[in-house]
């Protein structure tokens, strides 16, 4: 045996696949640092025009207080307590000392002008016009000082009205009319990079300062602006940063608030020159970047050669086995995983080979199975057909008898005959049903804890009266035993075992009894009937599966009860044995599981009250879209004393529900109605249109899964079609009672 050759591993041949890696980091931290960077930047940016901003109100709003101290002297005394030159002298040198302001009034204390100087116009001395209701006074006086809103005097230049009071009510109040051009030369001192600006509005978004001053003299409004909108927002909102200043341009953008004035200073900086340094850093990391990637992908095309050979071996191998030469075998001396990875390629087109030999029998098997399938599905279809035919053929052949009429014995002969027939379509129609509920999964056992004897009861009570017709010796055997299973299920499974000894035992007995065995409950049913062959006794269990007629008198059945029971003891988890000898009977088992007995719980007096019929004089909805139907169905339930209202749709019902003013008692609709409706959808519509929980339930004639889940979901009963008019007046009596129960008092 040659000596194994050094192992070495793939490490050093996915050298790339490390490049890869480490350029994956490059790039993750290179993007995280420009990312982290631009937003440090515009932070920095913003931070920086927001102090230049609150700079500039702080200056805005000491050029305002500025002013006010120099109409301080003004109301130091009263007005009559000096001559009017004096004060014209006083306010000419203000003036002189603030060019902001254009004009200077005097008014006493009842509000009435005495003196105005004006650089605009002439002055005036004595008089006495009234500004006791001008805003102006008004609010000077009672808050000492009055900052009026921007006008613009000849719709160019904007100003504002300031009034100060005096100390005192008999001091008067000095009004001053303010050129706010002035406050350009404060905007105009600001910075903010090569191309940035700073300007100024008022409370209405008017423009104020700009250092283009044409914006300014035509009155600009600049309230379209967002940050504009954003800065007078009531509501608690971020600072807008980005968005378009008054040329057009997009900014980053900071303001402030002149608060007695209710200003707004923006400070903007166009973006590209704001971002102009991280572009230029995004730049260099990018060439870095694709520097790491170049060196990446040589070291990658340099492996790629290394490994072209092993891999092309392993994919032409795989290929040739694919495509069935199975004795292709590869061939590879890397001593690596590459060599291990081929030699695994090589068993399996080994193994591949040894079970080739078998699959022609593996798939003649399976081919037998679907012709068995199909073959079951035939005698299936045709058993239903069958036994749907027949009935049908004698309900065709009744109802032409009645035609051609006949006295009222032989009527009456013939309407048993058909109920007889309808009975038959009836229950194979049921049958069917369960058949289908248990394939599609939708049945979902209530598992409870029960004693058998009231189980047995009910079989006893349901049986002796058809074995005694036979007669046949029917024999239950009580017990004190309970057991854990659905009551309902549990007893379908033995209504269908003590159903199939009645009819196929000729003579003698059926016995049916129970035996502990460890933590199980045996409940069985003997018959002294004909006994299954070993050979029928899986058979049996398939649907429509008759062993033999019995008594030419009798039906046969429908060949479903024992395909029922199977399949309920599947979905219980239950097994059902049978044991038989030909000519002797047999024995059907259910093995149940045993619990301790439980103490019963006393019955409620109120079960045990007599059923009234409660539909008499009601009114119950119908909705159907079958008109045949809803004839039907509405002659039905007035024979039974009921009002009756009908409708092809919701729509329809409540329409006719508008001329009896009153709600319905019970709403009764079909499942599929037109234009994809459901009856769920109807009921709801009716309900909601008077706003109450009325009783309903569904008809279907639909076996599809869908419909009972769409029931149960919610909270309907849900009938299928063909309903036996027992049935239904008792789902009638019985939604009457829930609705009778539910508004009595308590």
């Not at 008017?206 to 003299?217: D, K, Q």
């Not at 995983?337 to 040894?354: C, K, P, R, T, V």
């Not at 909601?688 to 009325?694: A, D, R, V």
Request: glycine share 8%; charged share 20%.
């Amino acid at each position: 045996m040659a000596p194994s050759r050094p192992r070495v591993g793939l490490f050093r041949k996915y050298v790339a696949l490390f490049v890869a890696v480490v350029c994956a980091a490059l790039v993750a931290n290179g993007l995280s640092e420009i990312w982290f960077s631009f937003r440090e930047q515009q932070a920095l940016l913003i931070r920086i025009q927001r102090e230049q901003a609150e700079s500039a109100a702080a200056k805005i709003i000491q050029f305002i207080t500025g002013i006010e101290s120099h109409l301080e002297w003004a109301v130091q005394l009263p007005y009559s307590a000096g001559s009017p030159d004096e004060w014209r002298f006083d306010a000419v040198r203000a003036m002189r000392q603030v060019p902001a302001i254009t004009e200077l009034a005097q008014l006493d204390a009842s509000g009435r002008e005495q003196v105005r100087i004006s650089r605009l116009g002439m002055d005036s001395v004595g008089s006495q016009e009234d500004f006791s209701q001008d805003p102006s006074f008004v609010a000077a006086v009672a808050n000492r000082v009055y900052y009026g809103p921007v006008y613009f005097r000849h719709e160019s230049e904007p100003y504002m009205r300031l009034a100060l009071a005096g100390a005192r009510r008999d001091y008067g109040v000095i009004v001053a009319e303010v050129n706010l051009k002035f406050i350009w030369d404060v905007v105009s001192q600001i910075k903010v990079g090569e191309h940035g600006n700073a300007y100024v509005i008022d409370a209405h978004a008017r423009l104020i300062a700009h250092p283009n001053i044409s914006l300014v003299l035509r009155n600009t409004d600049l309230s379209r602006l967002a940050q504009v909108r954003a800065a007078q927002s009531t509501a608690p909102v971020e600072q807008q940063q980005v968005a378009d200043d008054p040329q057009g341009r997009q900014v980053l953008t900071a303001h402030a608030r002149v608060a007695p004035l209710d200003w707004l200073v923006f400070v903007e900086l166009p973006v590209d020159e704001a971002y102009a340094p991280i572009y230029a850093s995004i730049m260099r990391a990018g060439g870095l970047l694709l520097a790491a990637l170049g060196c990446a992908g040589f070291a990658g095309l340099f492996l790629a050669r290394r490994m072209i050979g092993p891999i092309q071996a392993l994919r032409d191998g795989a290929a040739r086995i694919g495509s069935g030469d199975l004795s292709q075998r590869i061939s590879i001396q890397t001593g690596d995983e590459l060599e291990a990875l081929g030699n695994q390629f090589n068993s399996m087109a080994a193994q591949l080979q040894d079970s080739y030999a078998t699959l022609e029998n593996k798939v003649e098997e399976r081919t037998h199975q679907l012709e068995l399938a199909n073959r079951a599905k035939s005698r299936f279809l045709a058993t239903a057909s069958h036994d749907l035919r027949q009935p049908l053929h004698a309900l065709g052949l009744f109802v032409a008898q009645l035609r051609a009429g006949m006295d009222a014995k032989d009527r009456t002969r013939v309407i048993e005959r058909i109920n007889a027939s309808v009975a038959a379509m009836n229950e194979l129609f049921n049958a069917l049903l369960d058949i289908s509920k248990l394939d599609s999964g939708v049945l979902t056992p209530n598992i409870t804890v029960f004693p058998v004897a009231d189980l047995l009861k009910r079989i006893e009570s349901t049986f002796a009266d058809a074995a005694r017709e036979k007669e046949l010796s029917l024999r239950v055997v009580s017990t004190g035993a309970w057991v854990r299973s659905d009551f309902i299920l549990l007893e379908r499974i033995l209504l269908n075992l003590v159903s199939n000894a009645v009819r196929y035992t000729s003579r003698g007995s059926i016995v049916v009894g129970c035996r502990k065995r460890g933590g199980t409950l045996r409940i069985e049913v003997w018959d002294t009937g004909p006994g299954i062959p070993e050979d029928q006794r899986q058979n049996i269990f398939s649907e429509f599966y008759r062993l033999g007629e019995p008594d030419h008198d009798r039906r046969a059945g429908l060949g479903l009860g024992l395909a029922i029971v199977d399949r309920l003891c599947r979905l219980l988890a239950q097994p059902v044995e049978l044991t038989s000898t030909v000519g002797k009977g047999s024995r059907f088992t259910v093995v149940v599981p045993w619990v301790p007995a439980q103490a019963r719980v006393a019955e409620s007096p109120a079960a045990a009250r007599s059923t009234l019929d409660r539909s008499v004089g009601k009114l119950i909805v119908v909705i159907d879209d079958d008109p045949p139907v809803l004839d039907g169905m509405g002659g039905l339930l007035r024979s039974w004393g009921c009002r009756v209202v009908t409708g092809g749709t919701g729509a329809a019902a409540l329409t006719a529900l508008a001329e009896h003013n009153q709600p319905p008692d019970l709403i009764i609709s079909d499942y599929r109605l037109p234009d994809g409706k459901t009856g769920i959808e109807a009921i709801e519509r009716v309900r909601s249109e008077f706003g109450i929980p009325i009783p309903a339930f569904v008809i279907s004639g639909d076996t599809h899964p869908e419909p009972l889940r769409d029931a149960r979901a919610g909270g309907y009963h849900l009938l299928h079609k063909p309903v036996d008019p027992m049935t239904l007046r008792a789902m009638v009596n019985r939604m009457l009672k829930r609705e009778t129960v539910a508004g009595a008092p308590p």
